[in-house]
């Protein structure tokens, strides 16, 4: 049994959200704690817990998360700059919140892809 986040709530509008866009496959809101000047998180209105959850009948709604992603980043006047899309898989990557979503950032020249140095 997959136990519910916070996101399903906003998914059928049970609790408040800054929602910039929701279709039969998907759902984007604004994160409560933006990290960049424009932070949205795309999120597949089905729970899957983690990027190792999905399987091929998931295909058309992570394709959406990404489709979606590029026209919202085009209506938010990222496009032409570019942006980055994030997703966390569990622990090692700081998922906090165990219902896929796809972080869109930018608005911003956001630096390094990762906080951390590694050195081969
Ligand atoms: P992650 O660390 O990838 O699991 O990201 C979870 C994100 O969800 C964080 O950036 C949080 O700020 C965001 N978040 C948590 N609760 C809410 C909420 N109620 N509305 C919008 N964003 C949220």
Same mark, same amino acid.
Not at 24 to 40: E, G, K, M, N, W
Not at 74 to 80: I, N
Not at 109 to 116: A, R, T
């Given at each position: #049994?997959?136990?519910?986040? +916070?996101?399903?709530?906003?998914? $059928? $509008?049970? +609790?408040? %959200?800054?929602?910039? /866009?929701?279709?039969? @496959?998907?759902?984007?809101?604004r994160d409560i704690s933006p990290q960049a000047p424009t932070h949205i998180?795309?999120?597949? &209105? @089905? @729970?899957?817990?983690?990027? &190792? ?7 058309? #709604? =992570?394709? $959406? ?7 919202? %980043?085009?209506?938010?006047?990222? %496009?032409?700059?570019? /942006?980055? @899309?994030? =997703? &966390? ?8 919140? /165990?219902?896929?979503? #796809?972080? !869109? ?7 390094? #892809? !990762? ?6």
């Amino acid at each position: #049994m997959v136990e519910e986040t +916070i996101f399903s709530k906003i998914i $059928r $509008r049970e +609790i408040p %959200a800054d929602l910039v /866009y929701q279709d039969a @496959l998907v759902t984007a809101f604004r994160d409560i704690s933006p990290q960049a000047p424009t932070h949205i998180l795309i999120v597949p &209105n @089905l @729970l899957i817990p983690t990027v &190792n959850d999905v399987t091929i009948e998931h295909e058309a #709604m =992570l394709g $959406r998360m990404i489709t979606v992603a590029a026209k919202i %980043a085009e209506k938010e006047g990222l %496009a032409e700059d570019g /942006y980055r @899309l994030i =997703l &966390n898989c569990k622990h090692h990557a700081g998922q906090e919140i /165990y219902h896929i979503h #796809m972080h !869109l950032v930018g608005g911003v020249l956001l630096g390094p #892809m !990762l906080s951390y140095s590694f050195k081969k």
